[in-house]
């Protein structure tokens, strides 16, 4: 009788201990402190680890980028617990970022059809496709949206569109998440829609108006896109400010494109292109100083920027300078004799110097390359010399 009852006691201990270790591992792994973490899981998993055990297990070593190492473990997961379907999904999500994508669809579509007989579990770990989350904590029931977004996303890897249309559009049966939208719009962009990629960004907005994804990729379809202070200052998006700045410039806001320019040389002194861009949106304004203080600012920052000299040489025409604006021309011509515009440029600025046989003889080179605008100059100036 005694020794049953030490027995029973051993074993109630056993069992209070891997409890006790479970649970320490799961509380380091929510401060992030992985090794520990990793310690007391695998203390259980020395012994006799249940399917909680190796999930927990896995979602550690994901935290840890070992992925195939947390794939093992959710393999064994399913062994223990045929129904985690969180295990299946997590499963799918790994072969989805490891290229994959059949057995990614097979993971993701056992869970769509099978998830609405299934009990919600408890919390488990979860990432987000396109980094705006990065990795959290979640349930299966508010990720089944996210499912049916990663099945999208993978038949639109295996360019099985309409697929991956019908998903995307049933995930808002579940949640109307910005990111939806986003993931929407990059299908609607490959399928030549992009006023509706436009429109899924724009809804994105509304829905999150700091969804940097979001405003990254309308920046890229919507040359009228005018983007928020707020992200003027976010380093992730600095990459975009030339882009958004030559958009602006494009659509005649050349304030604006200067202001997104010169943001982008507060993230980046040595940005060469900004200054150039800055430079030419100022041309537009009228500072032709400061325009050609950037320019000059491009050039010793990047001596191949050649089209700094032509455009130096712009900035002095306007201010009536001809024949120093006719020095930077000629310095450019000798570099690059194949732009018309330059030609065309330094004829303008000989027939404001009352040389109109030099500046005839420059119409003439534009008109040889094409510019027809030149074509009329010398129908105008030329025909008598």
Same mark, same amino acid.
């Given at each position: ?65 070992k ?10 997961v ?39 007989g ?36 993978? !038949?639109? %890897? =295996? $360019?099985?569109?309409?697929? &991956?249309?019908? #998903?995307?559009?049933? @995930?808002?049966?579940? /949640? +109307?998440?910005?990111d ?7 299908? !609607?962009? %490959? =399928? $030549?829609?992009?006023?509706? &990629?436009?429109? #899924?960004?724009?809804? @994105?907005?509304?829905? /999150? +108006? ?37 958009n602006?410039?494009?659509s ?9 320019h ?62 120093e ?20 440029n330094?004829a ?38």
């Amino acid at each position: 009788m005694k020794a049953l009852i030490s027995f029973l006691l051993i074993c109630g201990a056993f069992e209070v201990f891997s409890q006790d270790y479970h649970d320490q591992a799961r509380a380091k792994f929510n401060e992030n402190d992985l090794d520990s973490a990793r310690f007391f899981i695998d203390k259980n998993l020395t012994r006799k680890p249940d399917a909680d055990d190796y999930f927990l297990s896995a979602m550690i070593h994901e935290a840890q980028n070992k992925s195939l190492r947390a794939l093992a473990d959710y393999e064994a997961v399913i062994q223990k617990d045929p129904s985690n379907l969180e295990a299946y999904f997590q499963k799918g999500v790994i072969y989805y970022n490891s290229a994959s994508t059949d057995q990614a669809i097979k993971d993701f579509t056992y869970v769509i059809e099978n998830q609405s007989g299934s009990e919600t579990r408890a919390i488990y770990y979860g990432n987000d496709p396109f980094g705006s989350k990065g990795t959290f904590l979640t349930t299966l029931q508010s990720m089944i949206s996210r499912v049916h977004q990663y099945r999208g996303m993978a !038949y639109q %890897k =295996m $360019g099985n569109w309409n697929a &991956a249309l019908s #998903d995307f559009s049933q @995930a808002f049966a579940y /949640d +109307s998440l910005a990111d939806c939208f986003v993931n929407r719009s990059q299908l !609607y962009v %490959k =399928m $030549g829609r992009e006023a509706d &990629a436009i429109k #899924d960004l724009k809804e @994105a907005i509304r829905l /999150d +108006s700091s969804n940097y994804h979001a405003w990254y990729n309308l920046a890229i379809l919507d040359e009228e896109a005018q983007l928020p202070m707020s992200l003027l200052t976010n380093q992730e998006f600095t990459p975009m400010l030339n882009l958004v700045g030559a958009n602006a410039y494009e659509s005649g806001e050349f304030d604006l494109a200067a202001m997104y320019h010169t943001k982008a040389i507060e993230a980046n002194p040595e940005d060469d292109l900004a200054y150039i861009n800055r430079g030419k949106a100022l041309l537009r304004t009228g500072a032709y100083g400061q325009a050609r203080q950037d320019f000059i600012k491009a050039l010793q920052l990047n001596s191949t920027r050649m089209e700094a000299f032509y455009l130096i040489g712009n900035s002095l025409f306007h201010e009536k300078k001809y024949k120093e604006a006719i020095g930077f021309y000629e310095q450019y011509l000798s570099l690059d004799a194949g732009y018309e515009n330059v030609w065309f440029n330094a004829a303008m600025a000989y027939l404001n110097m009352k040389e109109p046989e030099k500046s005839c003889q420059y119409l003439q080179k534009a008109s040889r390359l094409g510019m027809k605008q030149a074509d009329d100059m010398i129908g105008e100036h030329c025909d008598s010399q």
